[in-house]
């Protein structure tokens, strides 16, 4: 039987994930901040759910309930961080809270929680480390910059955390789905555009859930199917909206790239060029 800790489980994907493991059979440990979202889900599984609060912007609540949760089961699996959060507006508009809850959350809080999971995933031998991130941590949409800037962030983190892990017998999968219909979109903060930012790039239309490709229950379902593989790729692209677009970006990042070959060899000499 597999065993799951999982941040955010309160809804959206952290929460499917926890039911389709729950479904499956399998051990969860769930994470969230009112743990009494979950009541339900306590009746109909008893104690194959496991339950604690915890906010991911606490480190030291992090540490006390991770240690907690490998101490009250025989292994942990699986470890997802999914707890997240979206803030819509200008890069300018946001205010200094703004900005640092959404890094405390999406990135200190993950970090944060890999930080607390490695010691006890190694000291069992092993087991799975797996990341939210997003086609956001690829290519950005203007209006999102603090989002992009924690997902860009994790993608460099967990990329590095994967080499320095793997000879641990810790796998790392960092998850990036497209735009999912979830309660994501709803529970994003909206800043108001000031006047200079009206009807430019950042006054786009809020995205519609109804227009959203992906469910939460196909996200979960191969989310579930990678950690438990015997060979999780690092990038784990889901959804057709991502597969396209983060494919069209990331081929147009080479080829600007390649075009500046020669600069950037020339940048290698002293400049202005030493008379011999
Ligand atoms: N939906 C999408 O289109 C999409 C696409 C790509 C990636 N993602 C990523 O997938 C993850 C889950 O998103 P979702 O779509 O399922 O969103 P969601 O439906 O809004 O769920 C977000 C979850 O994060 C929790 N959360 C937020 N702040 C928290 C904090 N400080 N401490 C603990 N939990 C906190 C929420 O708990 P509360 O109920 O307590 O608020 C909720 O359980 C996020 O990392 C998101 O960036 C989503």
Do not use: C
């Not at 006054?203 to 109804?210: I, L």
């Amino acid at each position: 039987m597999t065993t799951w800790f999982i941040t955010g489980a309160s809804r959206g994907i952290g929460r499917e994930i926890a039911e389709q493991a729950l479904r499956r059979g399998d051990r969860v440990a769930a994470t969230l901040r009112r743990p009494e979202q979950l009541d339900g889900l306590a009746e109909e599984y008893g104690d194959r759910l496991w339950r604690r609060r915890l906010d991911v912007r606490d480190s030291a609540r992090i540490e006390a309930v991770m240690a907690q949760a490998f101490a009250d089961h025989e292994r942990i699996d699986v470890v997802v961080s999914n707890a997240g959060l979206g803030v819509f507006g200008a890069a300018e508009d946001l205010t200094d809270e703004q900005v640092e809850g959404t890094v405390a959350t999406n990135l200190t809080g993950s970090i944060q929680l890999a930080r607390r999971a490695v010691p006890h995933l190694r000291a069992q031998g092993g087991g799975v480390f797996v990341q939210l991130s997003s086609m956001g941590g690829h290519l950005t949409f203007p209006g999102f910059a603090i989002y992009h800037a924690t997902k860009w962030g994790i993608e460099g983190y967990f990329e590095t955390l994967a080499a320095e892990v793997a000879p641990f017998g810790i796998k790392t999968v960092l998850v990036e789905p497209g735009m999912v219909r979830t309660s994501f979109y709803d529970a994003a903060e909206r800043v108001p555009l000031s006047a200079p930012y009206r009807g430019g790039p950042a006054d786009a239309p809020r995205p519609r859930v109804e227009d959203m490709p992906a469910s939460q229950s196909g996200v979960a379902h191969a989310t579930i199917e990678a950690a438990l593989s015997d060979d999780p790729p690092l990038r784990l692209l889901l959804n057709s909206d991502a597969y396209d677009a983060v494919t069209a970006t990331v081929r147009g990042r080479l080829a600007s790239l390649v075009g500046q070959r020669d600069t950037a060899y020339a940048a290698d000499a002293e400049y202005p060029a030493l008379s011999a």
